[in-house]
T-cell receptor, first 112, second 114 residues
Framework: DAKTTQPDSMESTEGETVHLPCSHA???????IYWYRQVPLQGPEYVTH???QNTTNSMAFLAIASDRKSSTLILPHVSLRDAAVYHC?????????????FGQGTSLSVVP | DPKIIQKPKYLVAVTGSEKILICEQY?????MYWYRQSAKKPLEFMFS???????DNQTASSRFQPQSSKKNHLDLQITALKPDDSATYFC?????????????FGPGTRLTVL
C-alpha cells in the first residue's frame, strides 16, 4: 500500500470546521482512501472512505483532489469528543481482508 | 451491547510466562484480525483470519499464535513473554465479500510484562 503524509498535529476550537489534509502522491488507481480515528485508550474507529468522488456521511466530508494525490477530511462543527488521532490509510480495493497500515496520523486537539 | 469483546482489559505478566488474550465478535463477520500498539507507536498489524484460516501473518516471532475455535473467536496466545511484548493488543473484524469491508476494532487488552 502506498504511503500517506499527514501533519503531526492540529488544534481547533469547539464549533469550528476542521480540515485535515492527507497527501498520497503515489496512490495507485485501485487504492481507496480510508480514514480512521483513535481516541486514547480505545480502538480505532472507521470514519469514512472514498475512491474518486467526494463522499459524506454523518461523521465527516471527504474531499478528494481530482488527481487523487491528496485528500482532506472535513469535520464540521467539531466538539470535544472529536479530539483524536486521525489516520489516512490507503487500501487496495480487491483485498477486502487486507491489513490496515497505520502511520502516526494527525493528533487533533479541540479546545472549548 | 459491545459488539467486539476482548478479555481481559488489563493483564500483568512476568517475563517468561504465557498468556492468552481473548477476542469474540458478535457482528456476524467472517474475518478477524490482531493488531498491536506499543507505547507512542502506530498500530501494527499482526494477523488476519478468514473463515478460521490464517490469511496473513506479519509477526516474525512464533511466540505469537492465534487460535480460532469458533468462527467468531480469535484468541492470541503469547508464550515466553518479554518486556518488549508490553503493548495494547487490539482485535478487529470485518465482513468479506465487498470492496469496502471496514474493520471494527475492540477496546483492546493492555498487557504489561514485568
Amino acid at each position: 500500500d502506498a504511503k500517506t503524509t499527514q501533519p503531526d498535529s492540529m488544534e481547533s476550537t469547539e464549533g469550528e470546521t476542521v480540515h485535515l489534509p492527507c497527501s498520497h502522491a503515489t496512490i495507485s488507481g485501485n487504492e481507496y482512501i480510508y480514514w480512521y480515528r483513535q481516541v486514547p485508550l480505545q480502538g480505532p474507529e472507521y470514519v469514512t472512505h472514498g475512491l474518486q468522488q467526494n463522499t459524506t456521511n454523518s461523521m465527516a466530508f471527504l474531499a478528494i483532489a481530482s488527481d487523487r494525490k491528496s485528500s482532506t477530511l472535513i469535520l464540521p462543527h467539531v466538539s470535544l469528543r472529536d479530539a483524536a488521532v486521525y489516520h489516512c490509510i490507503l487500501r487496495v480495493a480487491s483485498s477486502s481482508f487486507s491489513k490496515l497500515v497505520f502511520g502516526q496520523g494527525t493528533s487533533l486537539s479541540v479546545v472549548p | 451491547d459491545p459488539k467486539i469483546i476482548q478479555k481481559p482489559k488489563y493483564l500483568v505478566a512476568v517475563t517468561g510466562s504465557e498468556k492468552i488474550l481473548i477476542c469474540e465478535q458478535y457482528l456476524g463477520h467472517n474475518a478477524m484480525y490482531w493488531y498491536r500498539q506499543s507505547a507512542k507507536k502506530p498500530l501494527e498489524f499482526m494477523f488476519s483470519y478468514s473463515y478460521q484460516k490464517l490469511m496473513d501473518n506479519q509477526t516474525a516471532s512464533s511466540r505469537f499464535q492465534p487460535q480460532s475455535s469458533k468462527k467468531n473467536h480469535l484468541d492470541l496466545q503469547i508464550t515466553a513473554l518479554k518486556p518488549d511484548d508490553s503493548a495494547t493488543y487490539f482485535c478487529a473484524s470485518s465482513q468479506l465479500g465487498g470492496f469496502y469491508a471496514e474493520q471494527f476494532f475492540g477496546p483492546g487488552t493492555r498487557l504489561t510484562v514485568l
